[in-house]
């Protein structure tokens, strides 16, 4: 997915864990606020900025990929019992 990763780790054979990690957050868009040059203000669907102040549209996010994730992931059929 470019900059963005999706990772799953398999602990100890028991815990599943799954890790979403982004080195560039300007390709993921959400709807924020946007000041114009001439003074107004609209909200829009805009780039995600790198500031402190993004966090949680991030965790948002990236929350929602996990739970894509967990979704696809769980579809698979399994033929072994337990």
Not at 17 to 34: M, P
């Amino acid at each position: 997915m470019g900059e963005i990763s999706v990772k799953i780790y398999d602990k100890f054979g028991s815990v599943l864990r799954i890790e979403v990690t982004s080195n560039d957050v300007s390709q993921l868009r959400s709807f924020r606020e946007v000041q114009k040059r001439d003074g107004t203000v609209e909200v829009k669907m805009a780039p995600v900025k790198k500031s402190i102040y993004s966090l949680f549209v991030l965790a948002r996010i990236f929350k929602n990929a996990t739970r894509r994730y967990l979704e696809f992931i769980s579809s698979f059929d399994d033929p072994r019992t337990g």
